[in-house]
């Protein structure tokens, strides 16, 4: 099988300090280089959740160096599936890409115990994700 293309997925929430990190970790960890893996916000916090930080620390992940990065038309025209969590009418809309619209809370403010259960419905869909778009070529 000689498949070049790798799937490029791209995360979009307002911040870009939890919800769509978190997505990008989960990616990144259970797709590997199978996909490419963007996030960005369309105002984008200083610093990542800290709540989001530790959740992910609990299931195994280290987003510390991870950093909140503003949205460009670039990066969504460079992904094939744009995945938004709550970002309406801020994310810019183009032709022939696949988009996902994830209804999640948003972790802003809360504690992690609040933030747990956001990332673990994250972790699901990212599975789902990963089956459809990326299936590891198990014999």
């Known amino acids: 099988m000689s498949d070049t293309a790798t799937p490029s997925v791209l995360f979009v929430c307002v911040h870009n300090a939890g919800r769509s990190q978190m997505a990008a970790a989960f990616l990144t960890h259970l797709a590997g280089d199978r996909v490419q893996v963007r996030s960005a916000g369309s105002a984008p916090a200083d610093t990542v959740n800290p709540a989001v930080v530790q959740a992910m620390a609990e299931a195994g992940i280290d987003i510390t160096s991870e950093v909140p990065k503003v949205l460009t038309v670039e990066a969504v025209q460079a992904s094939d599936v744009v995945i938004t969590m709550g970002c309406g009418d801020t994310c810019p809309v183009f032709p022939g890409k696949r988009y996902l619209d994830w209804e999640l809370p948003d972790p802003a403010g809360q504690g992690v115990e609040a933030v747990r259960p956001i990332r ?8 789902a994700l990963v089956a459809e778009i990326a299936p590891a070529s198990q014999a």
Not at 120 to 127: A, L, M, V
Request: glycine share 0%; proline share 0%.
């Open 120 to 127: 673990d419905e994250i972790e699901k869909r990212i599975r």
